[in-house]
C-alpha cells in the first residue's frame, strides 16, 4: 500500500525521499526520482512531512521512538503522519513527543486497501490538531477520497477500531447464515439474491459471501492484520471499561482460524471455521 | 402488513375474501368490496388461494391445524400460502398435510416491514414445489419485487431465517462501534462518515446507526418480533447440530433488552445494552 500512496505524491510533483527496510520495495519508486534515505531519522530531518504506514504497533513504536528514528532526529516544524492502523494511545504518545521537539503528529490510518491505494480511493481518518490537518489535507487528497478529521490525537485511530469493531461481528453473521443455508440444503446463491439487498445487506455480505461460497480465501485483507487490529480495538476498549462481547467471540474465532495455519489467507477464510465452502 | 398486502390483491381486481382475529382491522379492506369469512376454515372452503401473515409459529400451527382451520377445510387444488416467519420444520409440516388433502402450499416469508408491504416492495423467499410458485407468481408479483424460489417446502422459512442470522450479529457489530466511538469521545455522526461507505457498510449501520445515536428507538422492526425470529434460527440449527455463536449472543442480548421492558421498542435499541444515545 505504501509504495501506491507514495507513488501518487510523486506523480503529483513532490519531492519523495523514502525508506524501507526492504530496498528493493522502494525500486520502482527511486527509479522515478524518489531519494533513498538510509534510515526513519534522515526522513524526519531533511523532510517537511513524513508518512509512515508499517506493521505492528511495535513497529510504529520503533520507527518512531528508537535512537535512529523518527521523533530523536525530528526538524522543527516537521509533521508526522502515522497512517499504520494503530493503537489510539501509542497515537497520543507520539503526537506528545512531537510537539515538545517544535514538530507535529497525526494519526490517520486508513480503509480500502491495496485497492484504494492504488485507485487513491482510500478513506482516510484523520486525528491530531486541526490546524495541522487543514495544512496537509492537500497531501491526503492525493491518495484518498472520503477523508474525514476525526478530533484530536489518537481519533483517526479510534476511528479505525469502529471500522474493524463493525467488520468483527458483521463477518460472524456473514459466516453464520452461509452455513446455516448450506446445512439447510439451500442454494447459497440464490439465498444472497434474496437477502443481499435488504436489512440484512452489507459489503460483507454482497463481496466476501460470494467467496466463501466459492472456497476463494485468497486474501482482500489478512487473517493475521485483522487479528492485530481487532487485538488493538479489545486492548483498548478494556481500558475503557468497555465490554464488547461480539468482538471478544470473533476475536477469539479469528485466532482459532490463524492457529490452524490460515493466517495468510483474506478474513472471508472464518467460513471455514462453519464449513462453509465449495462440497467435495 | 397483512393490510396492506391484501389491498394490492384486491387493487389488482381480485375478489378477496378475509379473516382476521379483530375484524375491526379488516374494516378498510371490507369497505373496498373485500368479503367476510367468520373462521379461516371457510376461506380455505371457498378460495383458490389463501395467504395468512399472522404472528408466532404457535398462531400458524392454529389456524392451519384447528379444527376449525385451513387444512381440515382445504377444498380439493387450493393453494395455501404462509407468510409469517415462521418454522422450517412447520411449513414442512404443511405442505405435507395439504398434498395428503388434494391442496399445495407455500411457505413465502418477507422481508421489508410494513413499508415493503405498503409500497409492494417486499422480498419474499418462498419454498415449496416450482410448479405451485410459477402458477401463483403473478399474485407475489403484486406484493413484492425481489421474488425468489428457494427450493422445497420450508427453503423459504429457512432464507429468512439466514437473513435473520446476518442480522443478529451485524446488529452487535454496529451497537459496538457505536460504544467504542462514544467512550473514546468521537463525534459518532463523524465516524459514520468516514466508515459507512467502506468495508464495514451495512444497511443497519447507515439506517440504524444514527437513530442509535439520536435515542431514537421507535420500532421499524419490534424487539419482540426479532426475539421470536432469532429463537426460531437458534431452535433449528440446534436440530441440523449446527453452532452459531454469534446468534447464540446476539439472541442473549436482545432478551435481556426485552426483559428491561423494552420489547416493544426497534431492533436498534439494542444499543441501549451499551449506553449508546444522546448524551444526557
Same mark, same amino acid.
Given at each position: ?11 503529483a ?17 527511486? *527509479? ?52 499504520? *492502523? ?48 487543514d495544512e496537509v489535507l492537500p497531501v491526503f487528497k492525493l ?138
Amino acid at each position: 500500500m505504501g509504495k501506491s500512496m507514495a507513488g501518487h505524491l510523486l506523480k503529483a510533483g513532490h519531492r519523495l525521499h523514502v525508506y524501507t527496510r526492504t530496498k528493493e520495495k522502494a525500486r520502482d519508486l527511486l *527509479t522515478d526520482g524518489a531519494v533513498w534515505e538510509d534510515a526513519p531519522g534522515s526522513l524526519a530531518a531533511r523532510c517537511d512531512l513524513v508518512i509512515t504506514i508499517v506493521g505492528m504497533p511495535s513497529d510504529v513504536e520503533q520507527v518512531y521512538f528508537e535512537e535512529g528514528g523518527l521523533l530523536a532526529n525530528l526538524r522543527k516544524g516537521t509533521v508526522l503522519i502515522d497512517m499504520t *492502523t494503530s493503537s489510539p494511545e501509542l497515537a497520543g504518545r507520539i503526537a506528545d513527543a512531537a510537539k515538545k521537539k517544535g514538530g507535529a503528529a497525526l494519526d490517520a490510518p486508513v480503509s480500502g486497501g491495496d485497492k484504494g491505494a492504488r485507485e487513491a480511493g482510500l478513506s482516510i481518518m484523520v486525528g491530531g490538531d486541526r490546524h495541522v490537518y487543514d495544512e496537509v489535507l492537500p497531501v491526503f487528497k492525493l491518495m484518498g477520497r472520503n477523508i474525514v478529521y476525526q478530533g484530536p490525537a489518537g481519533s483517526g485511530q479510534s476511528c479505525k477500531m469502529c471500522n474493524q469493531v463493525v467488520i468483527a461481528s458483521t463477518m460472524l453473521g456473514v459466516c453464520e447464515a452461509m452455513a446455516y443455508a448450506k446445512k439447510s440444503g439451500l442454494d447459497p446463491h440464490t439465498v444472497l439474491e434474496s437477502i443481499s439487498a435488504g436489512a440484512a445487506g452489507s459489503w460483507a455480505l454482497s463481496n466476501l459471501a460470494p467467496r466463501m461460497i466459492e472456497g476463494d480465501f485468497d486474501p482482500g485483507f489478512y487473517v493475521k492484520h485483522f487479528i492485530k487490529d481487532m487485538g488493538i480495538a479489545s486492548e483498548s476498549a478494556e481500558k475503557m471499561d468497555l465490554d464488547l462481547p461480539g468482538l471478544a467471540l470473533s476475536l477469539k474465532s479469528y485466532r482459532e482460524l490463524a492457529a490452524k495455519g490460515d493466517g495468510d489467507l483474506g478474513t472471508q477464510a472464518l467460513a471455514k471455521m462453519y464449513g462453509v465452502g465449495p462440497s467435495k
